[in-house]
C-alpha cells in the first residue's frame, strides 16, 4: 500500500489521505513504515500474542467502527487476504463508506489453500465498489463471480512498485554488513571465500503449512544444504510464529551451510533477493517481486493464486514434498540451461505504475460517498 499513499501525497489538491495501522505484527510494520516514510494517523496497536484470526478480525471491527464514524471518509483502500482486510471491508461497509481493494481479484479456487486468505479475499472483493486487479487474470475471476466490469480497473500489482523503489536503494551499513557475514555481499571491497557459492532464500509461513508440510519442508532444505557440501547456501529468516519458529529451529538450527535469521527489515529481504541464485517461498509476494528481479522461484505450496508467473515460466509450484522440493532445487542448481529459462527479468504482475492508475481511477470516479 506505500506506493499508493505516496502517489495520493502527491495529488494533495484531490485527495487527504490518512492512514490507519492494525499492527498486528508491530516489530515487522514499523521497518516497512519507516523504509517508506509514512507515519500513521491512526495506530489500533492489535498485537497480542497467539491470537486467532477471529480474535483479530472481532478486534478490527471493534476498534475500527469508532474510526471511520469520526473520520467519515469518502474511501477506505483495503490491500491484499489478511483479516484485516476482511474485518474493514466489512465495518466500512456497515457505514456505507465506499471500499477500493488493491490486489483484488486473486483466487485459488480451494477455499482452505490458502488458508483463511482465499475466503478474506474474495469477502472483500465483493465488498468493495473498486476492484483493482493486478491481471487481467484477476479481472476473469471477478467477471466469472458476477461483479460487474465497470467497477474493476486492471491496475497491475503495488507491490511491483515498492519493489522497484526500494532495489533502487542502497544497503545500509548494517545490511551490508548482514550480506557480507552471510556471503552474498561485498564488505569495504572485499568478498567472502565462499562467495561463490549458490544462494537459497527461504521463506515460510503460511498457516496451511503448519505441522508436517513445514517439517517436510525443513527436512528438504537440510538435505538440500547436506548435498550441496558447501557449494549451496540456505538463507531463511525465520517468521516468530511459534507454529513456524519452534520447528524451523528444531530441524534446521545448526545444520552446515544453513543460516536461520530473524525477521529481515524489507530493504535487506530485497537485496538478499537480488543476490540469490533461487527463491524457495511460500510467500505470496515474493512471487510477484522475484521475477523483476530474474530469480526463479520454486513455490511451496500445493496451489497458488498468482499462476501467471507460473504460465511464463519464472516460477514453479512444487508443493510440500521433501522429495520433490530437493530435486526441483537441484535441477536448476545443477542444470545452467534449465536455471537461465527461468532467471529472465519478466513480472506479469506490473510495470512499476500500479499507484498511478489506482489513484487516476480514484479521480475519475470522484469523491463521493453513497450519501454524497
Known amino acids: 500500500m506505500a506506493p499508493v499513499v505516496r502517489e495520493l501525497r502527491k495529488q494533495a489538491d484531490h485527495f487527504q489521505a490518512r492512514t490507519c ?28 500474542e497467539g491470537q486467532t484470526p477471529s480474535q483479530v478480525a472481532s478486534r478490527v ?26 474485518a474493514t471491508a466489512i465495518a466500512a461497509h456497515h457505514l456505507r463508506i465506499r471500499v477500493g481493494h488493491v490486489e483484488a481479484g486473486l483466487r485459488t479456487g480451494d477455499r482452505w489453500n490458502p488458508f483463511p486468505e482465499e475466503m478474506n ?43 522497484r523503489w526500494v532495489a533502487k536503494q542502497p544497503p545500509t551499513p548494517e545490511v551490508a554488513e548482514l550480506l557480507h557475514q552471510l556471503g552474498v555481499g561485498e564488505l569495504r571491497g572485499q568478498r567472502t571465500s565462499d562467495a561463490s557459492a549458490a544462494v537459497l532464500l527461504v521463506t515460510a509461513h503460511r498457516r496451511e503449512s503448519f505441522g508436517q508440510p513445514l ?30 519458529y519452534g520447528p524451523v529451529h528444531h530441524l534446521l538450527d545448526g545444520v552446515d551451510h544453513v543460516t536461520l535469521l530473524p525477521p529481515v527489515d524489507y530493504l535487506t529481504l530485497v537485496h538478499l533477493m537480488k543476490r540469490s541464485t533461487l527463491i524457495l517461498t511460500d510467500s505470496g509476494g515474493i512471487q510477484e517481486e522475484a521475477p523483476s528481479l530474474g530469480v526463479p522461484v520454486l513455490v511451496l505450496r500445493e496451489v497458488t493464486e498468482r499462476p501467471e508467473a507460473v504460465e511464463v515460466g519464472v516460477a514453479r509450484v512444487v508443493g510440500t514434498d521433501t ?27 506490473g510495470d512499476g505504475h500500479a499507484a498511478e492508475r489506482i489513484v487516476e481511477a480514484l479521480m475519475e470516479w470522484g469523491g463521493y460517498g453513497y450519501e454524497g
Open 21 to 48: 495501522a492494525t499492527a498486528q505484527h508491530r516489530d515487522m510494520l514499523d521497518q516497512v513504515l519507516d523504509l517508506f516514510g509514512i507515519v500513521p494517523d491512526v495506530d489500533l496497536d492489535l498485537m497480542q
Open 61 to 86: 471491527l471493534a476498534r475500527l467502527e469508532p474510526v471511520l464514524r469520526e473520520e467519515r471518509p469518502d474511501w477506505v483502500l483495503v490491500q491484499g487476504d489478511t483479516t484485516t482486510v476482511m
Open 121 to 163: 479475499r474474495i469477502l472483500a472483493d465483493h465488498l468493495s465498489d473498486l476492484c483493482f486487479a493486478p491481471t487481467e487474470r484477476a479481472r476473469q475471476s471477478l467477471l466469472q463471480e458476477g461483479i460487474p466490469d465497470w467497477r474493476i480497473r486492471v491496475t497491475g500489482n503495488t507491490v511491483v512498485d515498492a519493489l
Open 215 to 244: 517439517e517436510r519442508v525443513c527436512r528438504a532444505l537440510r538435505e538440500i544444504a547436506q548435498r550441496g557440501n558447501g557449494r549451496v547456501r540456505i538463507v531463511y529468516p525465520v517468521h516468530p510464529n511459534p507454529n513456524v
Open 323 to 349: 522429495e520433490r522440493i530437493v530435486a526441483e532445487a537441484f535441477r536448476l542448481l545443477d542444470d545452467p540451461e534449465a536455471h537461465a529459462a527461468m532467471a529472465r527479468p519478466v513480472n506479469p504482475y
